[in-house]
């Protein structure tokens, strides 16, 4: 069970983080934060030990955050290190990790990423 009081509508789960849409379109994001994924900053630094006894940090959140502000979705779809929602007025916004132009902005590059939504556009 998710801990707080929301009542969700939509759930995506992506590779290390889910999102859920409430029923009045808020958007909620918890887990993994490194490229923005969540659609807002981490509250939390998260650490974990590899295979080799290394301890890596990583931005995160333990609990569902308000994500993508300002903004109500009926649809959410998580990735590894990206999340699309579709609004309510059928806009479509990416946010996240971007290296191969997954934001649908024409972005990308090794060190693209956004944390606030981008609206996806047609090529002009």
């Known amino acids: 069970m998710v801990k707080g009081a929301v009542v969700y509508a939509d ?7 889910s999102c859920g849409a409430s029923s009045g379109g808020e958007l909620w994001c918890w887990g993994y934060n490194e490229n923005g994924q969540l659609g807002a900053a981490a509250p939390e630094l998260c650490s974990y030990e590899d295979e080799f006894g290394n301890l890596s940090s990583y931005p995160c959140s333990l609990y569902p955050i308000r994500s993508a502000e300002g903004l ?21 916004y990416c946010w996240g990790f971007g290296e191969r132009g ?8 090794r060190a693209y ?12």
């Open 11 to 17: 759930i995506s789960a992506g590779g290390l983080y």
């Open 113 to 124: 990423f956004s944390v606030t939504p981008v609206l996806v556009s047609r090529q002009p």
């Open 72 to 92: 109500l979705f009926s649809q959410t779809e998580t990735n590894t290190q990206h999340t699309c929602g579709l609004t309510n007025d059928a806009r479509l």
């Open 102 to 109: 997954q934001l649908g902005n024409g972005e990308m590059g």
